[in-house]
């Protein structure tokens, strides 16, 4: 006898088992979206389970933080080499910081940070660090997004899909501060992944006083909720799949249980003067995160000690990822004050950070990633540096990394990875092994395809993993 499968399978085609196979898939996303950010579990045993990314937009100069160059050093003023088109590279540019080997793991770290270089054995370098292209704009949403010629889910979009989220009340991805240019929006959006895994965009730690509706008790706004989404689940039932309802759906609810929780874990004032301390926040601070001379932020430490605080409180509350974003590093004009004055503000908040994370027992289990799209070239650009795609330095600690180690090496002169090379591909694949997740696995189909952050690339580098 002919079951019916078999027959929707041989009848006309198969077209009839295509029809039949459409309606599965709305039905199945329709009962996925009762709880989307449910936790989910993970492919196999994670080392981390949350991540903090420190995100230096403009792209921090690694010959002058992590990257010691003696041979650069020694051969300042002098005519770069030619590249491989021939052209002449300027004069190289020995980096004016002093670099010491610091912890018992002796990392090289500059004198930039004299606070982070008391946390040099839980940092792991990823000296050859390397991207497609030297232009903002792409390598920002590469770093993202995995690709940057078509919209795509984000990192912490693809984190918050891969394992959900532990607290019902909070977004499960929030970014603070991002930046408006290179990308915007995409850089934490959701592109094909329900809306409801996009980024939640932030302030940078001030009080935040609309997230409660005070004109009207919960009891009631929870009728009038229940209303309205009623009518929603009635147009995606009469639409058939429709990810921008079921999006709207998920938001809606969410926007509703945040008011539960999320104005207390913003509200800095209930730490104490000791931990405000710990992250460089002093009443000079204005917080406001404007921008001062050479794009530092205006209120110094004390502006990304908040934010970095912040971080810290969002994943203690279970928040799954949370972005930290300070802009300003693009330092093509007078290195040596303009990348001081940056490194100033970030270093005693994010030596504070890797502190209170470990004094409170998250750090072995939270991974903290720090860089920036690309790096600096080794030869001036009148008093600065100009833009390097080919090698550069980002760091990770905690979260199951190898502390103490320096990963990868450039050239003599820092223009190019040449040993332990990690494309941006790889840092995505060996973020979500940490996290538990195959890149491979973790895929979306959408487009008659599978989606997945690494595209068709990708490698773990597992030997920087503990």
Known sequence: MQSRRTFLKTTSSGFGYLAFAALAHQQAARASTTNPLAPRAAHFTPKARRVIFL??????????????????????????????????????????????????????????????????????????????????????LQMHCGIYQFPRPSLGAWVLYGLGTTNDNLPGFVTIRPPQNNGGPANYGASCLPAVYQGTRIGGGEQVSNLRNSRRPLGTQRVQLDYLQELNRSAAQSLGQHPEIEGLISS??????????????????????????????????????????????????????????????????????????????????????????????????????????????????????????????????????????????????????????????????????????????????????????????RTYRYAGRDMRLTDVRGRVVHSIVS
């Open 252 to 441: 809606y609810e969410l926007a509703f249980r945040m008011q539960l929780e999320f104005p207390d874990v913003l509200n800095l004032s209930q730490e104490n003067a000791a931990t405000m301390s710990l992250y460089g926040i002093d009443e000079r601070g204005d917080g406001n995160g404007g921008r001062g001379r050479f794009g530092a932020p205006a209120g110094g430490s004390s502006t990304f000690g908040r934010q970095c605080l912040l971080a810290r409180r969002l994943i203690e509350a279970g928040v799954r990822f949370v972005e930290v974003t300070m802009g300003g590093w693009d330092h093509h004009r007078n290195i040596r004050e303009s990348l001081t004055s940056s490194c100033q503000a970030i270093d005693k908040p994010i030596a504070g950070l890797l502190t209170d994370l470990q004094r409170r027992g998250l750090l072995d289990d939270t991974l903290v990633l720090w860089g920036g799209e690309f790096g600096r070239s080794p030869y001036a650009q009148g008093d600065g540096r100009d833009h390097n795609n080919k090698g550069f330095t980002m760091w990770m600690a905690g979260g199951g990394v190898r502390g103490g180690l320096a990963y990868g090496r450039t050239d003599d002169h820092g223009f190019e990875a040449v040993e332990g090379r990690v494309h941006m591909h790889d840092w995505h694949a060996t973020i979500l092994h940490l996290l538990g997740l195959d890149h491979e696995r």
């Open 55 to 140: 995100c230096m937009e403009g792209a921090p100069s690694h010959v002058d933080t992590f990257d010691y160059k003696p041979k650069l050093t020694a051969d300042d003023g002098k005519a770069a080499p030619r590249g491989p088109g021939g052209f002449a590279r300027g004069r190289l540019l020995g980096s004016p910081f002093r670099f010491a080997q610091r912890g018992q793991s002796g990392l090289w770290v500059s004198s930039l940070f004299p606070e982070l270089v008391r946390h040099a054995d839980k940092l792991c370098l990823l000296n050859g660090m390397h991207t497609d292209l030297p232009n903002h704009a792409q390598a920002f």
